[in-house]
């Protein structure tokens, strides 16, 4: 029997969100539904901060977060939204046609401002050539009442992903790394969004890897996540980045990373207990290449990536096949 008379992983491939080999509903199939092909991400920063850097909350931010609040990959927050947002497409025509875009809001908390100012600056980018939709990147206890429905109305005019950032549902380590905010608070805010628009689609960060969480701990969040069945799921890995205050627990011998082999497999029992239709837009992810200390295996996402999936096919398994078995119990 030669080779070719196999199924390929793709014919095999059971889960109905997937038109590849891919045993998970990647954000790019989700692109491809929803705006009929490919998108463009422009990173834009507009200058925002954070609850827990300017005192509300707490002061220095979250311990892995680089001194741009996960911002690196965009323009300065000093040029126009306008030149921030050209010099991006700019960038990435030069690797492919430009044809849709959506600008994604992702240094610090970009809702932790008046709505007043939150109209200006969005209702700026809509204005912008090839624009389909805007991610806006947040926390749930910026979201008051007045800045939710000024969302809700946004949603009703373009496709907007809010995200925002989990990262664990334990509030020992929340309170480890600096978070400022309880995960009830994270269910209360996480509530009055999804209440004041169906249109409005929420994205989920988490981290795996966090100091001194057990797998256990990592996936008893991604079971509260699914119970809150998010239009969207970012799974992170923890990295750690020069000039942070992670870097100095790191440097002092306090933190070991995760290894990649237990990443992978806590990955991949992760995507099977999230329900099937919730969009994974991201499975692990790393810093500017200058600024990362560890763990360096980070680098090779695409690598990271393959071996997931070939995971997921040697056990035969797919994204939510323990999803309903949770909700059961």
């Known amino acids: 029997m030669s080779d070719r008379s196999r199924p390929t992983q ?3 491939n059971p889960f109905p969100h997937s038109d590849s080999h891919k045993r998970y509903y990647t954000y790019d199939y989700w692109l491809r539904e929803t705006f009929g092909g490919k998108c463009a991400k422009i990173p834009l920063d507009a200058g925002f901060t954070c609850p827990n850097i300017d005192g509300r909350c707490g002061h220095g931010g979250c311990i892995y977060c680089s001194p741009r609040g996960s911002g690196d990959f965009a323009e300065s927050a000093l040029l126009p939204l306008r030149e ?4 991006g ?3 990435l025509s030069r690797k492919w046609s430009v044809e849709r875009c959506i600008p994604y809001f992702q240094a610090h908390t970009n809702t932790y401002a008046p709505a007043r100012h939150l109209r200006r600056i969005y209702d700026e980018v809509l204005t912008f050539p090839h624009v389909v939709g805007v991610n806006i990147a947040s926390r749930a206890d910026c979201l008051p009442p007045d800045t939710v429905a000024y969302l809700a109305e ?3 005019r373009t496709t907007l992903t809010v995200e925002l950032g989990l990262q664990t549902a334990h509030d020992t380590t929340a309170a480890r790394i600096n978070r400022g905010h309880t ?3 994270f269910v209360e805010g996480y509530t009055r969004l999804r209440e004041a628009s ?3 689609h929420t994205c989920i960060h988490l981290i795996f890897g966090l100091p001194d969480e057990s797998e256990e701990d990592m996936l008893d969040t991604v079971r509260a996540v699914a119970a809150l069945h998010p239009h969207q799921v970012k799974i992170h890995l923890l990295h750690v980045l020069r000039n942070t205050a992670l870097a100095e627990t790191y440097e002092g011998g306090e933190y070991i990373p995760m290894e990649r082999e237990r990443y992978i497999d806590t990955v991949v029992r992760a995507l099977e207990l999230l329900p099937p239709d919730t969009v994974v837009a991201r499975l692990t992810g790393d810093g500017a290449a200058a600024d ?3 763990p360096m295996w980070s680098r090779a996402k695409m690598a990271v990536i393959n071996d997931i999936d070939g995971e997921l096919y040697r056990r035969k398994t797919v994204q939510g096949s323990k999803y309903k078995q949770q909700i059961e119990l």
């Not at 921030?84 to 010099?87: G, K, L, M, V």
């Open 10 to 12: 793709r014919e095999e």
């Open 84 to 87: 921030q947002y050209e010099r």
């Open 89 to 91: 497409v700019a960038t």
């Open 154 to 156: 946004l949603a009703d």
């Open 183 to 185: 995960y009830a608070d």
């Open 198 to 200: 169906p249109r409005i």
């Open 292 to 294: 990362l200390l560890a």
